[in-house]
């Protein structure tokens, strides 16, 4: 059974710094891995999708690699913003066919002004 | 729409009814997604539908729950005779493509029916 875990389940920083947040998975049997944020009352926006071909995704200042073989990704997040603050959620697709995402429980990110 | 449409935003109904969930995916989206995010629970799968077919429905947690997509667009979540437990968020996802391809494309998510059963 996948089994998807974050850590840590929450991070206080100041502006300014650079952060990385962990995912790890239990099997590495996976289509792919998508990070997404979630604001407080609000949907998931997605971050990025990386394929397990691939070993890192880019977006303005986020960066995020997979390890597939080792079971972990991370979001990098550099220069960080007090805009930064929300919970983020790594989700994978097994390799099975199954269409659903599997979700960790989150990383809350404060970023202190 | 530019996004996935979710209505009604907040539903507050007693135990025992029935509600019905609206979802209103990205236009040209033919995958939609169904999930459930509760407290101590996280994020959890309920059903999958390509076009009006639902080829993943392992996650519907009782018969009470029932979903249908017409016209290959719009999809109804509909549970009947609510119960405590039910209370949740309800997220609704779209991504493109059709059969295998849409297993490599990106989910797309609405802000969900916050449910609150009395």
């Known amino acids: 059974k996948q089994e998807v875990t974050q850590i840590p389940a929450a991070l206080s920083v100041p502006e300014g710094e650079n952060l990385v947040l962990n995912c790890s998975f239990t099997d590495s049997a996976i289509y792919n891995l998508q990070w997404f944020r979630q604001d407080p009352g609000k949907g998931l926006t997605s971050l990025l999708l990386?394929?397990?071909?691939?070993r890192e995704q880019t977006s303005g200042r986020l960066n995020a690699s997979l390890d597939k073989s080792s079971g972990r990704s991370t979001l990098y997040i550099a220069a960080s913003q007090p805009g930064d603050s929300a919970t983020y959620l790594c989700a994978v697709r097994r390799l099975d066919s199954s269409y659903k995402l599997i979700f960790g429980s989150g990383t809350r990110l404060l970023v202190r002004p | 729409g530019a996004g996935v449409s979710q209505s009604p935003s907040n539903k507050v109904t007693e135990k025992g009814k029935d509600v019905e969930l609206r979802c209103d995916p990205i236009s040209g989206h033919t995958a939609l997604y169904w999930y459930r995010q509760s407290l101590g629970q996280g994020l959890e799968f309920l059903i999958y539908f390509q076009g009006n077919s639902a080829p993943d429905k392992s996650g519907l947690p009782s018969d009470r729950f029932s979903a249908e997509r017409t016209g290959g667009s719009v999809s109804t979540l509909t549970i009947q005779r609510t119960q405590q437990e039910d209370s949740a968020v309800y997220l609704c996802?779209?991504?493109?493509?059709?059969?295998?391809?849409?297993?490599?494309?990106?989910?797309?998510f609405g802000d969900g029916t916050r449910l609150s059963i009395l």
């Open positions: 990386i394929q397990s071909s691939q």
């Open positions: 996802a779209s991504s493109l493509g059709t059969g295998g391809v849409s297993l490599s494309q990106p989910q797309h």
